[in-house]
């Protein structure tokens, strides 16, 4: 079954992509954001989505998703993290929503979202059908 909205209306963030030239100093910029997310969680970090009914939207695969790109595009996907967060967090605007083609148990969901700038980025988050738990995986910019 194939769950698909219309319509995408992207989330507008209050911030701007994260500053920074190289790998590493975007990596330490975002594993700082990490950190204090990591610090208010007991075990698994994670982060509440108004859109989910405040379900817990977990990071575990996030970083690992992450390593297995080239350089540039993690550079890419970390300048884009703080805008990611805060559109699991904040936005109620319905995503398209479909069942992993690789994975019949799973539904990817992807959000848009806009920078200060109004620049358009989507935030993909996987769901376990059988658990129910949602997984923050990957944030990327709009093809233009």
């Known amino acids: 079954m194939t769950r698909v909205q219309n319509k995408l209306i992207p989330y507008q963030t209050k911030s701007l992509k994260l500053s920074g030239t190289d790998l590493e100093e975007l990596e330490k910029t975002?594993?700082?954001i990490f950190k204090k997310i990591k610090s208010k969680t007991k075990r698994k970090a994670y982060i509440r989505s108004s859109y989910f009914n405040k379900q817990k939207v977990f990071f575990d695969y996030f970083w690992q998703h992450l390593n297995q790109k080239r350089r540039r595009e993690r550079r890419v996907r970390l300048q884009l993290f703080s805008g990611?967060?805060?559109v699991i967090k904040n936005s109620r605007n319905a995503p398209v929503s479909n069942d992993n083609p690789a994975n019949r148990n799973?539904?990817?969901h992807r959000f848009a979202g806009l920078t200060k700038d109004k620049k358009l980025f989507y935030v993909q988050i996987k769901e376990d059908k059988r658990k129910g738990h949602k997984y923050f995986m990957s944030a990327f910019w709009?093809?233009?």
Do not use: G, Q, R, W
């Open 30 to 32: 975002a594993k700082d």
């Open 106 to 108: 799973e539904i990817l």
């Open 84 to 86: 990611a967060i805060e």
């Open 142 to 144: 709009a093809k233009e």
